[in-house]
């Protein structure tokens, strides 16, 4: 209330009368005085050197874009019961002592920051003792002081949100002290940060993490600390954490929760001797002893890859034994190929793209019955989740097209064998660096083997058709043996066999358009699967455990367009595709081009 005395003239009265009007209006003078009066709306768009403080409740506060509180001294807002507090984007309140706002004892405040929040000494904001009170710290909002900038202690029901920066000075202090509170929740958004140590001595705290809690002093000192019972850390996709995140000695039921995505790897290191559990939400195989994960993407393709060296060779020899020879002259030929192939992401395997390209060399030995094979290829692996890996594989051997030739029918058989150099690297997140990432590397060996045997059928409706229908079944083995390594760093794989084996059926139409052009249009069903050696041991910091690939068996439909030039070279190109039913969706495509090379 404010009294407005004023002197007016009367058309009525005596010129003399005197007019006491009594006005009661909402308005607050801010400028004259500290206390806000009980339940107003409040707005401060100039500076101010006033401690505002709310005697009554239901007072609601905005610092408007520009406006800068300053208090020498201690507590620049003493907040009162059920009062909202609004600090505009620009808007800034600083208190040269300790306390920019204080709620002590005032239950369900809310504070709500998109400005700047400075304490030149201890804490920020004091919400101890409190029941159900919000902060929210907006993108662009700064809320700092030199120790223990946010404290709750005793409070119940906190809930913190925070889009910004919250950070203390004193990084051996605590940016968010909960204290003894109970049943508090720590959201930290997408994008947001927070400098210091989050701490809790009550039951009851989640603290949910999408942003990057750091203690950048160093990542040996402790980021989260978790001094009681009962409490659950989740640390999401986008989430970082620089520090250890500590579970006090005699601290039982709490939960350190990752939900990072499915395939990421990650190295959480954590100290005290309290009891909790590790739960990944995303799918992963977690091991406790700290907490870590490994995506399996190196491992569980292992079988495609393999199949598909195994398709690819075998293609490549049915493309030679069409190929247009002159008999018993013995010429080497060559095939360049290059192909692409991917697969979509289920809630059991990883995405990836891989990039492929290599050279197969085929000599004549025995009058076109018994060929030398070489094959080499490079490949890079592109795993979901920034797991990469580069193969270099070469394979030899022999194949017999027509080791039996009755005619129509043939039946032939290969086999090769060789060796893969692989190099990996996959980024983890991990609370051990400055950055909250590692890349970790790794470089291991592999040796193959594949063989395969077939029957086809020819027919031909006249002996003046153009056009050879051909039918082919066949089953193929392929063996892979993969030694021993360790990633840079936590990862380490024990050896492992893998036995595969595939059958197939295929149909190939040969049209001879003229004298020097044929084409080839063919189709293949092939299904394959494992054998042996599903299962993969490997360790995390030491702490054994194992993988077990659940989807080993697929089915592929495969086509193929070719075309053979007889001029005075023969060559002929060839588009390939490939469909499987594994996982969501992969597919490959390729495209070869092979010659006929006289010496």
Same mark, same amino acid.
């Given at each position: 209330?404010?009294?407005?005395?004023?002197?007016?003239?009367?058309?009525?009265?005596?010129?003399?009368?005197?007019?006491?009007?009594?006005?009661?209006?909402?308005?607050?003078?801010?400028?004259?005085?500290?206390d806000l009066g009980a339940g107003p709306t409040v707005s401060i768009s100039t500076d101010n050197s006033n401690q505002q403080?709310?005697?009554? $409740?239901? @007072?609601?506060?905005?610092?408007?874009?520009?406006?800068?509180?300053?208090?020498?001294?201690?507590?620049?807002?003493?907040?009162?019961?059920?009062?909202?507090?609004?600090?505009?984007?620009?808007?800034?309140? /600083? %208190?040269?002592?300790?306390?920019?706002?204080?709620?002590?004892?005032?239950?369900?405040?809310?504070?709500?920051?998109?400005?700047?929040?400075?304490?030149?000494?201890?804490? %920020?904001?004091?919400?101890?003792?409190?029941?159900?009170?919000?902060?929210?710290?907006?993108?662009?909002?700064?809320?700092?002081?030199?120790?223990?900038?946010?404290?709750?202690?005793?409070?119940?029901?906190?809930?913190?949100?925070?889009?910004?920066?919250?950070?203390?000075?004193?990084?051996?202090?605590?940016?968010?002290?909960?204290?003894?509170?109970?049943?508090?929740?720590?959201?930290?958004?997408?994008?947001?940060?927070?400098?210091?140590?989050?701490?809790?001595?009550?039951?009851?705290?989640?603290?949910?993490?999408?942003?990057?809690?750091?203690?950048?002093?160093?990542?040996? /000192?402790?980021?989260?600390?978790?001094?009681? /019972?009962?409490?659950?850390?989740?640390?999401?996709?986008?989430?970082?954490?620089?520090?250890?995140? &500590?579970?006090?000695?005699?601290?039982?039921?709490?939960?350190?929760?990752?939900?990072?995505?499915?395939?990421?790897?990650?190295?959480?290191?954590?100290?005290?001797?309290?009891?909790?559990?590790?739960?990944?939400?995303?799918?992963?195989?977690?091991?406790?002893?700290?907490?870590?994960?490994?995506?399996?993407?190196?491992?569980?393709?292992?079988?495609?890859l393999l199949g598909l060296r195994s398709y690819n060779l075998r293609s490549a020899l049915k493309r030679y034994s069409a190929?247009?020879?002159?008999?018993?002259?013995?010429?080497?030929?060559?095939?360049?190929?290059?192909?692409?192939? &991917?697969?979509?992401?289920?809630?059991?395997?990883?995405?990836?793209?891989?990039?492929?390209?290599?050279?197969?060399?085929?000599?004549?030995?025995?009058?076109?019955?018994?060929?030398?094979?070489?094959? @080499?290829?490079?490949?890079?692996?592109?795993?979901?989740?920034?797991?990469?890996?580069? /193969?270099?594989?070469?394979?030899?051997?022999?194949?017999? $097209?027509?080791?039996?030739?009755?005619?129509?029918?043939?039946?032939?058989?290969?086999?090769?064998?060789?060796?893969?150099?692989?190099?990996?690297?996959?980024?983890?997140?991990?609370?051990?660096?400055?950055?909250?990432?590692?890349?970790?590397?790794?470089?291991?060996?592999?040796?193959?083997?594949?063989?395969?045997?077939?029957?086809?059928?020819?027919?031909?409706?006249?002996?003046?058709?153009?056009?050879?229908?051909?039918?082919? @079944?066949?089953?193929t083995l392929g063996y892979s043996w993969i030694g021993a390594y360790s990633e840079s760093e936590y990862f380490s794989w024990?050896?492992?066999?893998?036995?595969?084996?595939?059958?197939?059926?295929?149909?190939?139409?040969?049209?001879?358009?003229?004298?020097?052009?044929?084409?080839?249009?063919?189709?293949?069903?092939?299904?394959?699967?494992?054998?042996?050696?599903?299962?993969?041991?490997?360790?995390?910091?030491?702490?054994?455990?194992?993988?077990?690939? &659940?989807?080993?068996?697929?089915?592929?439909?495969?086509?193929?367009?070719?075309?053979?030039?007889?001029?005075?070279?023969?060559?002929?190109?060839?588009?390939?595709?490939?469909?499987?039913?594994?996982?969501?969706?992969?597919?490959?495509?390729?495209?070869?081009?092979?010659?006929?090379?006289?010496?």
């Open positions: 209330m404010s009294i407005k005395v004023s002197f007016r003239k009367s058309f009525f009265r005596p010129l003399t009368a005197i007019t006491v009007v009594l006005c009661f209006t909402p308005s607050i003078k801010l400028a004259y005085g500290a403080t709310f005697d009554q $409740a239901n @007072v609601t506060l905005t610092i408007d874009n520009g406006a800068t509180v300053t208090r020498t001294g201690n507590q620049a807002i003493k907040a009162g019961v059920n009062s909202t507090i609004i600090v505009n984007s620009g808007g800034t309140i /600083n %208190a040269t002592g300790n306390q920019v706002i204080n709620a002590f004892n005032k239950d369900t405040t809310i504070i709500t920051n998109s400005g700047t929040l400075v304490a030149d000494a201890n804490i %920020a904001i004091k919400v101890s003792g409190t029941t159900n009170a919000i902060i929210t710290n907006n993108v662009g909002g700064l809320i700092i002081a030199d120790t223990n900038t946010i404290l709750g202690n005793g409070s119940s029901g906190l809930t913190i949100t925070n889009s910004g920066t919250i950070s203390v000075e004193d990084l051996s202090s605590y940016a968010i002290d909960l204290g003894s509170g109970t049943g508090a929740t720590v959201t930290l958004q997408n994008g947001s940060l927070v400098i210091g140590t989050i701490r809790t001595s009550g039951s009851g705290t989640t603290i949910i993490n999408s942003g990057s809690i750091e203690n950048t002093d160093n990542p040996g /000192n402790t980021a989260i600390d978790i001094q009681s /019972n009962d409490n659950t850390v989740t640390l999401n996709e986008t989430g970082k954490v620089i520090g250890l995140i &500590e579970f006090a000695a005699g601290t039982t039921g709490n939960k350190l929760q990752l939900n990072q995505g499915f395939g990421r790897s990650y190295f959480y290191a954590t100290s005290g001797t309290g009891d909790y559990t590790v739960e990944d939400l995303s799918g992963n195989t977690a091991v406790k002893g700290s907490a870590g994960s490994v995506g399996q993407g190196a491992n569980e393709t292992v079988d495609e190929f247009p020879t002159q008999f018993g002259k013995k010429e080497p030929y060559a095939e360049p190929f290059s192909y692409y192939s &991917e697969r979509g992401t289920s809630t059991s395997v990883l995405g990836y793209d891989i990039y492929g390209y290599g050279l197969n060399i085929i000599y004549p030995l025995l009058s076109n019955q018994l060929d030398l094979i070489l094959t @080499v290829e490079k490949s890079e692996l592109e795993l979901q989740e920034d797991h990469d890996i580069s /193969n270099t594989n070469v394979l030899a051997g022999v194949s017999a $097209a027509d080791f039996i030739n009755l005619g129509p029918l043939k039946i032939g058989g290969f086999f090769v064998a060789g060796m893969g150099v692989h190099e990996g690297t996959r980024s983890i997140f991990t609370n051990t660096t400055t950055t909250g990432l590692l890349d970790v590397t790794s470089d291991y060996t592999s040796y193959e083997g594949i063989t395969g045997t077939h029957a086809s059928y020819s027919y031909k409706a006249s002996p003046e058709s153009k056009n050879i229908w051909t039918t082919e @079944v066949g089953l024990k050896k492992r066999n893998l036995v595969q084996g595939s059958i197939h059926i295929g149909e190939r139409l040969t049209s001879k358009i003229n004298d020097k052009l044929t084409v080839t249009v063919e189709g293949e069903v092939e299904h394959s699967n494992g054998l042996a050696g599903r299962k993969q041991s490997y360790a995390i910091n030491g702490i054994p455990t194992e993988s077990k690939d &659940e989807q080993f068996g697929q089915t592929t439909v495969s086509g193929r367009l070719g075309a053979t030039m007889d001029n005075n070279m023969t060559a002929h190109v060839n588009l390939d595709s490939r469909l499987s039913n594994y996982a969501k969706s992969r597919g490959t495509y390729g495209v070869n081009v092979g010659l006929s090379l006289a010496f």
